[in-house]
T-cell receptor, first 113, second 114 residues
Framework: DVKVTQSSRYLVKRTGEKVFLECVQD?????MFWYRQDPGLGLRLIYF???????EKGDIPEGYSVSREKKERFSLILESASTNQTSMYLC????????????FGAGTRLSVL | QQQVKQSPQSLIVQKGGISIINCAYE??????FPWYQQFPGKGPALLIA?????SEKKEGRFTISFNKSAKQFSLHIMDSQPGDSATYFC?????????????FGKGTKLSVIP
């Protein structure tokens, strides 16, 4: 079974704090993704990575950065958290190629106060 | 610009009924159309997927119908059960560069009542 593990299920942070969300996958997948999920807006892609140290912006990258130093780990960084970044964050991974299944973690619910 | 439009936003179906969720896309380069199912507290998981070379794909009680000319596809859940209550997302991806990216619809919250 593919496992995508997100380090925290719930996180509460203060405005202006630097926040790290960690994601680890155990299937040697090339691709990893960070989404945020908001009611009525579905899943929106923040950043993705198709290889170690490689990253590409998704649809809503503003206010976020990412890091992929090892193949199995993909980190999402909120440099200075703001209240409008309160959301559910989902990490996913997929093998290389076309139309491949994305495997999701259980999500991190982040509240920024 | 929303590239995959999903409807309805929410759906209530009686146990044993048919649940139907519709999606429409704009980008003719899309060539892979998966549906994801998400239960509360869990991440989405692939339910069923189709490519445009077939008009229908069935897996158990779940069927995708695909209309290439209309650029529409739909999920039918036959004999809906309370355990099917979840949020469903349609998605699409294209071939070539960036083919591993999925564009998701906004989701449909399905409630199946006994």
């Amino acid at each position: 079974d593919v496992k995508v593990t997100q380090s925290s299920r719930y996180l509460v942070k203060r405005t202006g704090e630097k926040v790290f969300l960690e994601c680890v996958q155990d299937m040697d997948h090339e691709n990893m993704f960070w989404y945020r999920q908001d009611p009525g807006l579905g899943l929106r892609l923040i950043y993705f990575s198709y290889d170690v140290k490689m990253k590409e912006k998704g649809d809503i990258p503003e206010g976020y950065s990412v890091s992929r130093e090892k193949k199995e780990r993909f980190s999402l960084i909120l440099e200075s958290a703001s209240t409008n970044q309160t959301s559910m964050y989902l990490c996913a991974s997929s093998p290389g190629g076309t139309g491949n299944i994305q495997y999701f973690g259980a999500g991190t619910r982040l509240s920024v106060l | 610009q929303q590239q995959v439009k999903q409807s309805p936003q929410s759906l209530i179906v009686q146990k044993g009924g048919i649940s139907i969720i519709n999606c429409a896309y704009e980008n003719t380069a899309f060539d892979y159309f998966p549906w994801y199912q998400q239960f509360p507290g869990k991440g989405p998981a692939l339910l069923i997927a189709i490519r445009p070379d077939v008009s229908e794909k069935k897996e158990g009680r779940f069927t995708i119908s695909f209309n290439k000319s209309a650029k529409q596809f739909s999920l039918h859940i036959m004999d809906s059960q309370p355990g099917d209550s979840a949020t469903y997302f349609c998605a699409a991806s294209r071939g070539g560069a960036g083919s591993y990216q999925l564009t998701f619809g906004k989701g449909t919250k399905l409630s199946v009542i006994p």
